[in-house]
């Protein structure tokens, strides 16, 4: 077993840290690693909390961390923030808000950069989810930067899946529109005591009678981040989902839809690995690069074709 896995194992926190490290640099270890934190996750509950910019995400976790803890739950929040252009890395805004949790041992937080997803997560989060269950939290919280109807990539990661919207700020207009109200679990009117809450239940009542989902019946919950209001249903509620997915078929099947979907994912990443290192390594072809008129669909294709012949 991998060193980083046994540690992991033994709730080594530093270990944990380092893993994640790793896992975002696409170290030539992390499949090996991950092979090995696959064998020892134990089942945590994996949520996602997805949204508008500005829509309270953040604070709404925060005062949920709060909550979680007092039922004697342990969490690692995975905080994905926007890029930095210079560094690469995150900015870190969202983890600011959940200052006050930073010394709690049964709490982790750790912010990662999107890398330029357009889909509002980086290709290594699901990796990381992972590592924070082998570790023995009882929950994962996946917060998304908010990138509004683009963000779909939460769904390929957590069981459950929360949107986050707010009254009088422009989100009744999407409602109508695919994308990410489709992949909602459930509804969060987060700042519940500001006017228009009524016209936004109603609308999304409305939107859930056209669309007519089958199996689950995405719920409706009003919440209060700044006064701590609505936590406990919010938690009944995604508890209830939780049994859903194991507990009836429609569930498994989407279990299996999200094994499909993350095998795929893992196939192209190597893919891609495996060709960027043979061109890089050409000094042909890299040469090409220097005309800025070159036909990348021609360039694209001849060159995977070239490597899938060197695979035969």
């Given at each position: 077993m991998h060193p980083l896995a046994e540690r992991i194992q033994k709730q080594d926190m530093r270990a944990l840290a380092r893993a994640i490290t790793l896992i975002e640099n696409d170290d030539d270890q992390k499949l090996s690693l991950m092979s090995d934190i696959f064998s020892i996750q134990?089942?945590?509950?994996?949520?996602?909390?997805?949204?508008?910019?500005?829509?309270?995400?953040?604070?709404?976790?925060?005062?949920?961390?709060?909550?979680?803890?007092?039922?004697?739950?342990?969490?690692?929040?995975?905080?994905?923030?926007?890029?930095?252009?210079?560094?690469?890395?995150?900015?870190?805004?969202?983890?600011?808000r959940m200052n006050q949790h930073f010394l709690d041992?049964?709490?982790?937080?750790?912010?990662?950069?999107?890398?330029?997803?357009?889909?509002?997560?980086?290709?290594?989060?699901?990796?990381?989810?992972?590592?924070?269950?082998?570790?023995?939290?009882?929950?994962?919280?996946?917060?998304?930067?908010?990138?509004?109807?683009?963000?779909?990539?939460?769904m390929k990661v957590v069981d459950t899946k929360?949107?986050?919207?707010?009254?009088?700020?422009?989100?009744?207009?999407?409602?109508?529109?695919?994308?990410?109200?489709?992949?909602?679990?459930?509804?969060?009117?987060?700042?519940?005591?500001?006017?228009?809450?009524?016209?936004?239940?109603s609308t999304l009542e409305e939107y859930m009678m056209i669309v007519q989902p089958k199996g689950w019946q995405p719920p409706?919950?009003?919440?209060?981040?700044t006064e701590s209001e609505g936590m406990d249903e919010l938690w009944k509620n995604m508890n209830d989902h939780?049994?859903?997915?194991?507990?009836?078929?429609?569930?498994?099947?989407?279990r299996k839809q999200q094994l499909k979907l993350e095998v795929y994912d893992l196939i192209r990443e190597e893919i891609w690995r495996d060709v960027k290192t043979e061109i890089e390594r050409d000094e042909q072809k890299l040469e090409v690069f220097q005309n800025p008129d070159a036909d990348p669909y021609q360039l694209a294709r001849s060159w995977v074709k070239e490597w899938g012949r060197k695979g035969e």
């Open positions: 134990k089942q945590a509950h994996y949520i996602g909390i997805t949204g508008s910019p500005g829509a309270g995400k953040s604070s709404l976790i925060n005062r949920l961390l709060t909550f979680l803890r007092q039922q004697n739950l342990t969490v690692a929040v995975i905080a994905v923030d926007p890029t930095s252009p210079f560094s690469g890395g995150a900015l870190l805004g969202d983890r600011t041992p049964g709490i982790f937080i750790r912010s990662m950069a999107t890398r330029g997803s357009l889909g509002g997560l980086a290709r290594a989060t699901k990796d990381s989810i992972r590592v924070c269950d082998a570790y023995g939290f009882d929950i994962v919280l996946v917060e998304t930067v908010g990138v509004g109807q683009s963000e779909l990539d939460i929360g949107l986050v919207l707010t009254p009088n700020s422009g989100d009744v207009l999407q409602i109508f529109k695919a994308g990410i109200m489709e992949i909602a679990d459930l509804f969060i009117i987060n700042k519940a005591d500001l006017p228009g809450v009524g016209k936004l239940k409706i919950v009003q919440t209060i981040s939780h049994s859903y997915l194991y507990r009836t078929d429609s569930g498994t099947e989407r």
